[in-house]
T-cell receptor, first 109, second 111 residues
Framework: NAGVTQTPKFRVLKTGQSMTLLCAQD?????MYWYRQDPGMGLRLIHY???????AKGEVPDGYNVSRLKKQNFLLGLESAAPSQTSVYFC????????FGSGTRLTVV | DQQVKQNSPSLSVQEGRISILNCDYT??????FLWYKKYPAEGPTFLIS?????DKNEDGRFTVFLNKSAKHLSLHIVPSQPGDSAVYFC??????????FGAGTILRVKS
């Protein structure tokens, strides 16, 4: 999806390992979001940011941390991965509408 | 407790016919509703939206209906095309931020 880039696209982690997912946007949008998608659950909001230097918790924040040091980047961190964090993660930016990235598929074994 | 519910996990429709996807919500504070379409290995893309001050919004083959008293909205696709086969998510928000999504409905349009 134009304007929102997520890296990596795929990753397999062992339980207890840490990693950071990067979301980068080139649209100068203030609002950025991290969602996870699980079968039968739709997309659930993990954390969000309303501007550079701000972050806030969403519906399912436990086990995740985020940072928005630069306006164009929104990082999602897993300090100690658990199998329950196996999911597809989507980043989105918002101006008037939402623009989603193409997702990161994470498997925790 | 899911605030936005899509009770039909899947729907199969013949090409050329109407597809009707349904969505119910529980939060009466929601004032903006959207439908997103998602293909495999891609992010959701915006399809159509409706404000709570309206009861219908139309965009080409896509029409969204909102029944506030029943806390129900529906997406109509007429005529359905094979390229419409995807997962459709209903979403809602208060003031346009922090979308709350339903679980999605898989639409299959058969040719």
């Amino acid at each position: 999806n134009a304007g929102v880039t997520q890296t990596p696209k795929f990753r397999v982690l062992k339980t207890g390992q840490s990693m950071t997912l990067l979301c980068a946007q080139d649209m100068n949008h203030e609002y950025m979001y991290w969602y996870r998608q699980d079968p039968g659950m739709g997309l659930r909001l993990i954390h969000y940011s309303v501007g550079e230097g701000t972050t806030a918790k969403g519906e399912v924040p436990d086990g995740y941390n985020v940072s928005r040091l630069k306006k164009q980047n929104f990082l999602l961190g897993l300090e100690s991965a658990a199998p329950s964090q196996t999911s597809v993660y989507f980043c989105a930016t918002q101006e008037y509408g939402y623009t989603f990235g193409s997702g990161t598929r994470l498997t925790v074994v | 407790d899911q605030q936005v519910k899509q009770n039909s996990p899947s729907l199969s429709v013949q090409e050329g016919r109407i597809s009707i996807l349904n969505c119910d919500y529980t939060n009466s504070m929601f004032d903006y509703f959207l439908w997103y379409k998602k293909y495999p290995a891609e992010g959701p893309t915006f399809l159509i939206s409706i404000s709570s001050i309206k009861d219908k919004n139309e965009d080409g083959r896509f029409t969204v209906f909102l029944n506030k008293s029943a806390k129900h909205l529906s997406l109509h696709i007429v005529p359905s095309q094979p390229g419409d086969s995807a997962v459709y998510f209903c979403a809602a928000s208060e003031g346009g931020n922090k979308l709350v999504f339903g679980a999605g409905t898989i639409l299959r349009v058969k040719s």
